[in-house]
């Protein structure tokens, strides 16, 4: 599918949008640039046309997608940028983190393991907060230390919120159990 | 047949010329078909008037198929070949359906979908909903005048993979051309945003006769875009009658009762409950066939007390979608009620004490879903006026996964991806020389494969043999605008395309359905060759008329030798158009088609970079 490999479709997901390349992004606007290209190239704007043309049009509403859903999201994005810089954040191998941090977290951990046994929706609600709270502290420093260029500190970042982010999943997940 | 117009290369056809197009509710209890007619939606009605048709089918020994209202007036007397709420059925196992014990019919358990014995043969859903679908075409096209471009059918938001894929063979074998298939509160959702111009996060509670489904949507300048989805695929209406009728046979001591008898008595639950929504009390009489006399009363609240489980029931898969899309009930704007069963007070007052505020009920609920469809039906045949030119983003409601070691769940595409969405995944082979690999793909959100649903069983075969762990195979999951999957494999360190067998472990193979087509077409060989020779022709006019309408815009895309050919491909098209020739115009067709690729590449480059540029302009306004 020569079409499909084209540049424009291979370009990475901030030229996609014209947008520059770093962690700080205004949501608002890339959601508004999303709208206007899936205006252009959503199958439902093609569903009359041939189907190589109803091809074409799922491939890139697709591609536009998952440059939306990456850039969007800022662990994913910063995800992305690190990768986009050559830098391997080593999710596997490198669970090396500040003491400090991982007994913080065992302690969260086992206050989300007592109320989902316990059933105690409110205490998983402030939980759920507290987690919220400390998460969006570390993407204001995480955005930061892009801006700095610490691509180093920036892997250790995102190591570390990806283990917050499953951490506040579980909450979620065991809210879900009682509430059913 | 109507005579098709021609017009010179690069002229436009004239703009006025209407495709017809239909939306389709394929519903559990009812079905309707709807059209836009001078840019109003309306529900397309029966020789009498009336607009719902009901979503029964009778297969009897003597008779031709009967469909509706004739099908209907039989439950009783023949209960066996009287197939209701087939849907339930759709990409569907015998150990997947409630309440399988008190229902009437000789199922037969095959591989993949149950199976029904008739007096006409064995039946599978697929075909039950295709003779559904066949009447509401025909009704649509003689009220209309000629044969549809197409139909938009819609599904509940919870179907998966199975049962979408079910509705879509069904729409292929009734004849019909399928533009999209619609999740139900998002068509909903369309009509209501439509009609009342509204902005903001509204929630489609949406109660069907055999299925519940909530969606949260966002409506902001001509973008609808669903956050979030959830629901249950095995929850509606006639589980209320069903209440009723085990109400009925404890309150009257009643002995296990025959089929017709059973029949009969959940007729009389359905009308009680029905009535209930306009009355305080609801009596309930039958005369059975063992002369027993039932004669009952029921009451508002306790038709509230027995079915309050039920109606607790939605709330959960409302509270989860509201999480999903990070919001709560105070985000709400509005919530739109669709389906008959959310004529029910106590679903209204549950649905109110929810969210805080009235429910939305303006538009009739058993016919908004069908509306929405005619509109997203128009607009996709390429009706569309100025004004009207709105965008639709959609979800896919379950989450898909394979299966890894130990029978555990790798999500790939989690739950609510907005669609199109694909997802490459890379395996290796564990055997020096393996040539076969195979994947198990399931829907759902348990973490065991044996608590999700199985949708297919993928073989990669063809691997080029190579030493163990040396093979990298790429595996590309698509789910396409119609929440459907389907999934491609290339082996990256040769290139080499592997060959991918699926074996749907619910659902139909192609050539289940293509054997089905075939028996269609030997009933009525004659008109089955007719339709085909029609359709390839509508379908040539349409390619046409878009090559002729992108000529027009877009013609500085292309060399003056690029133009020469697409203009050749063209005019060798439409001087076969009208002939019986199929195959001339079959190639006609996939010449035009291959011509104009490279075409409609650039000209999608160029839409992207100008939606980018008006962007800028917009807003970097210096």
Known sequence: MSSFDSEALRQDFFSLFGLPRQQGLDVDRLEQLYRDIQAKVHPDKHAYLSDSEKRLAMQWSTHVNEAYQTLKDPLKRARYLLKLAGHDVRLETNTAMPTEFLVEQMELREAVIDARDAGDADALDVLHRRLKKDIRAEYTLLQQTFDANMLERAGELVRQLMFQEKLIQEVDDALEVIER | MALLQLSEPGQSTAPHEHRLAVGIDLGTTNSLVATVRSGMAVVVNDELGRSLLPSVVRYSAAGPIEVGFSA???????PKNTIVSVKRFMGRALKDIAHIESMPYDFIEAEGMIKLKTAQGVKNPVEVSADILKAMRERAELALGGALTGAVITVPAYFDDAQRQATKDAARLAGLSVLRLLNEPTAAAIAYGLDNAAEGIYAVYDLGGGTFDISILKLSKGVFQVLSTGGDSALGGDDFDHRVFCWVGEQAQLSPVSLGDARLLQMRAREAKEFLTQHGEAPITAKLSTGEFVDLKLTSEIFAEITRTLVQKTLGPTKKALRDAGLTPEDIKGVVMVGGATRMPQVQHAVEAFFGKEPLNNLDPDKVVALGAAIQANLLAGNRASGDDWLLLDVIPLSLGIETMGGLVEKIIPRNSTIPVARAQEFTTFKDGQTALALQVVQGERELVSDCRSLARFELRGIPPMVAGAARIRVTFQVDADGLLSVTARE??????????????????????????KDGYTHASDDAFRRALREAQVEAQRLVEAVQSALKEDAHLLSTL?????????????????GDDRRAIDAGLDALSKGTAEFAARRMNQGVRRALAGRKVDEVNL
């Open chain 2, 72 to 78: 209907q007036s039989h439950q009783s007397a023949d």
């Open chain 2, 492 to 517: 990256q360190t040769t290139g080499h395309e592997a060959r991918v067998e699926v074996k749907p472990s619910y659902g139909l193979n192609d050539d289940e359905v293509t054997s089905m087509l």
């Open chain 2, 562 to 578: 690029e133009r020469a050919h697409i203009d050749s491909c063209l005019s060798k098209l439409q001087s076969v158009l009208l």
